[in-house]
């Protein structure tokens, strides 16, 4: 295989070079062809590709480690369990569930926690950010508590609300709520702010009355960063779940590998983390395409 | 001149000074008046600064004038409404709408029946030449089928008025001969009053009908043409009237006299 035009009237002065295969430029060992015309590569952030088998290597020793480690005793499992421990665990986890209560339902009642407190989120934070960024007495009205709450982070809200609504499910949505009303205030604000003067002016000039424009132009236009907002609030309540399970609850992966750790099963620890990574990286995924499913306009006005 | 009488686009004696929010103010217009008959094409020129888009702005109704006032037949201008229409240079359509629903925008917002709506679309869709991409997103498209849609999403609510805010700025210089070719067709065919702005002396004079320019500092009307290329547009061959006598000569004239002005500002920097 060459990269030789196959128009017969080109004639190639120069001997084209050999092709690498498909999959040295999968692993990222052979640049793609039309990195491979440039010259100058270093400074030029297209030119750095996956490295994809370096990303193996990586894997490959940190799981070698592991086993070596455990394996020839160099870790007490107390500290970082074997293979085997983990295994075991796993089958034994999802046979007999954590404490009467299936892995799953360990996993699903922190999602619904999280789901929840962005949902309650944006329900109060979409309206009240557009009103702050559409109207002076609104803005007004509401910075001081925004600008203030806004660098707090929600963890330091946790002795608060166990004081004032006690340990109960009310208390945990009540705190992911807060976590994600500013950042979804914030988010609807901007989105209002940042319209294009021009596309206002159209619409009016096309005879759109307040709300017209509000309902066609300001809503739609502020969507990507709304959607952002949404995304970030995910993320953030997340990490506010597993840590607000850490301090107080029955239930939850946070609690799971709290109540392992008071039992030294650090194996269930390990398993408990890794789930924790592997959620919020599907979070993640998941809003991404639903955004390219939703908004495809996003950074194309 | 009082414009309650008059039929068409009256500006009258329209001054504008705009204060600043940190103080001291700038004085954007002066003392400027224009008669426009229903179905006349105004263009008008300027040096930057001069005081064009201030103009167009308090036309469309989205500035209130510090003295004077627009008038429409014979009813004031107060604000934006939709029998003054506009085009704007670009990234004015809404990139979540398609083509056609950019189109019908208009209409849907006066809660015209789709049927009649629908048909107009096809129709102006047919008109800008964009007859295929009706489904499309307006941002799959190239530059110059962007300021098509925006041209029939304009057209598409009837208005009296088109005011054109540097339409073609932000095309290559072939999409822009081709599209004042189209705006020239939808002038004759539609018979609405437009008032155009460009930088492009070319384009003023291919285009307009009537032609100003502008002086800057305060910006006020320097001189006034009336002009027969428009007319012969609509017949002969573009790049013929552009390589005409009279209309080179006439460009050289306005080149010169736009230069002098810019000279003029930039006498007091060291330039």
Redesign the interface.
Known sequence: MTDQPNDPNIKLVAAPQETPSALMMWLGMADNSFTRQKTVKFGDPSAVNSGRLWSFVTVIALLLLWWVSTSQGWVKPIYWPSFEAVGKRITKLLDQGFRNTALWEHVFISVYRVLSGVFFGALVGIPLGFAMGLSSTARGLFDPIVEFMRPIPPLALIPLIILWLGIDETAKITLLFLAALFIMIIAARSGVSGV?I??V?????????KF?VLK??IL??A?PEIFTGIRTAMGVCWGTVVAAELVAAEKGVGSMIMIAKNFLQTDTVVIGIIIIGLIGYAIEMIMRLLERWL???RG?? | MTGANHNGLVVDDVSMVFTLPGGGSVHALNNVSLDLKSGELLSVLGPSGCGKTTLLNII?G?LAPTVGAVFLNGKQVV????E???V??Q??L???LNVRKNIS??PR??GKPAKETNEKVDHLLNIVGLGDFGDK?V?QLSGGMQQRVALA??LA?E?DVI?MDEPLGALDALTREKMQGLVLKLWKETGKTIVLITHSVEEALFLGERLIVMAPRPGRIHKEYNLPFAERGLTDSPREIKASHDFIEKREEILSMIWEMEEEIMGGADT
């Not at chain 1, 002016?201 to 009355?209: M, R």
């Not at chain 2, 604000?79 to 939709?82: E, F, L, V």
């Open positions: 294009k021009s596309k002016h159209a619409a009016y000039s096309l005879g759109a009355s017209q066609n132009v739609p236009n969507l908004i495809p306009w194309k006005g | 469309a989205f604000g934006p409404d939709a003054r229409g506009m704007f240079q990234g004015a809404f990139e979540w925008f208009g917002m006066a997103p941002y999403r304009c609510n208005p005011l």
